[in-house]
Each structure stands twice: as C-alpha cells, then as structure tokens.
C-alpha cells in the first residue's frame, strides 16, 4: 500500500573542499577547491535521525556526535525533528578541509533553520571556534582564494586566468593534530621573517597575476613544512615535477596531501 503524503521539504547545503597555508601562508591563506560534501535536512516528526554516505561510511558518528551536529546545536536549542544526511565526496584526514566543510554546512544549515541572521563574520567566528583556526572555514564560507586577517576578517584574492590546481592525495592520513605535534614550539626568527616576506610577495604576485612571481615565493617556507614533509609520502617525488608540465610549485594541502 503506498502512501500520498508528500516528502518533507529538504534543506541542502553544499560546501566545498579547500587547501589552506598555499606554501607559506601558513594559517592565512586558503583556497576552495572544485570538490564539496552536500548535507541535507528534513524536519520529521521524531527524535533526531543522522545518516552518512560516501566518504566516512562507517567511521563518522550517526549521532547528535557528529560534527555537523555539533555546528547546528551552535544555533538551535534541540536536534528533535531533523533527519540529517551527510552526502560526503572529500576524503577524511587528507588536508582537503573535510571538517571544515562539515562544520561550515552545518552553521550555514542552522543559520536557515533558525533564522538566525548571522553575518558572514558570525559564521566565521562559529566556525573558527569548532575548527581551532580559519583558513579553511574562510575559503570554505568565501569560496575562491582568501587570505585571513586578525581584526579584518576574510580578504578575497583574485587568481591570475589561467592557473589551476592539483591535489594528488595519498592513501595514508595525516591527523591535523600529528601534523602540528611535529613542528617545534619555536623557529629561529629569520626563518619566521623569510616567511613572512614570502608570504607577502605571492600574495602580491597573485594580485599582480604574475605567475614567474608565484613560482618564486610559492616554495618558500621554513615554519611548517620542513617538519611536515617527513610525513607525506611521495612528497620529494612530487616536488621534483617542479618546473616541468607548467607547475609552479608544490606545497602540502594543510596537513595532508
């Protein structure tokens, strides 16, 4: 016997992968990527129900635990009555932002749900408080290339035409919080200094669209991934097509790939 009675209304969000630090920017430049995870919400009488596909199927919580959960309760007072599918394409633990984009789907949901006006600001700083830092969540909110500054929010940066990007992902994760545990607690300050003048002249050079200027500061970095490298399998590998095939540079995708 079936039934007549429509579907319920659904509320999907889409957010994308993104790459964050971009050689050394590290935590303040970041950069959306042409892949995404999808969630969607319906309200159903019930208690809360969560479901996972794709990417994470049987690894993420199907619970108020999981994280998309945790960004809605930042808005609403109660998960009773929703059905959450999380429609997962980024690969977990591999520099791609999975969490970000999660955590950023879901305040972006609750901000719907609850008509909560939140600014874009206010969902940055939601996003940053589940994440522990923002460069990934601002790209994920902004989309397209972003630098992130204190006091001043999320800055778009023009890409110059022509440029793409390619993500070559390992099969082994690299947990963000491993990656970090491998950097000192401090770096000798002209290392800091040499970064922070690289930094600034590809974000100049992206600005300028001068892509003989990307090359030239994109590898350039002493703060995270002289530690990092050990890491990333293949990493010398891929570092060697440098300068073949039209690539500019390579620089490790957050903690991962």
């Known amino acids: 016997m079936g039934s007549n009675a429509p579907e319920p209304e659904a509320l999907t969000v889409s957010a994308p992968a993104t790459s964050a ?12 990527l042409d892949l ?5 919400i319906r309200r159903r009488p019930g208690p809360l129900t969560v479901r996972v596909t794709g990417e994470g199927v049987g690894e993420l919580a199907e619970d108020e635990t999981n994280l998309v959960c945790r960004a809605l309760l930042r808005g609403l ?20 932002g999975s969490s970000a984009a999660t955590v950023c789907a879901g305040l972006v949901a609750a901000n719907a749900l609850g008509g909560l006006r939140w600014s874009p600001d206010d969902l940055l700083a939601h996003a940053t408080a589940l994440e522990g830092h923002a460069d990934n969540a601002a790209a994920c909110l902004n989309g397209g290339l972003v630098a992130v500054a204190p006091g001043m929010g999320v800055r778009p940066l023009d890409a110059p035409e022509g440029l793409g990007f390619i993500v070559v992902i390992p099969e082994d994760r690299i947990s963000t919080g491993a990656a970090r545990a491998a950097m000192p607690a401090e ?16 974000v100049l050079a992206l600005a300028d669209g001068d892509l003989e200027g990307v ?3 994109l590898d350039k970095h002493e703060l995270h991934e002289p530690y990092r490298g050990p890491l990333v399998p293949a990493f010398g590998v891929i570092r060697g097509l440098v300068d073949r095939r039209d690539c500019l540079g390579a620089t490790i995708s957050g903690s991962g790939p």
Do not use: K, M, Q, Y
């Not at 630090?21 to 959306?32: E, I, R, S, W």
């Not at 995404?36 to 969607?40: E, H, L, M, T």
């Open 36 to 40: 995404g995870n999808a969630v969607v």
């Open 215 to 217: 090359a030239a500061h």
């Open 187 to 202: 770096v000798p300050l002209v290392a800091a200094a040499a970064t922070l003048a690289h930094a600034v002249g590809l």
């Open 21 to 32: 630090n971009l050689g050394p920017g590290f935590d303040v430049l970041g950069l959306a």
């Open 77 to 96: 007072d109660s998960l009773d009555g929703l059905e959450v599918e999380c429609r997962n394409r980024i690969p977990l633990g591999r520099g791609l």
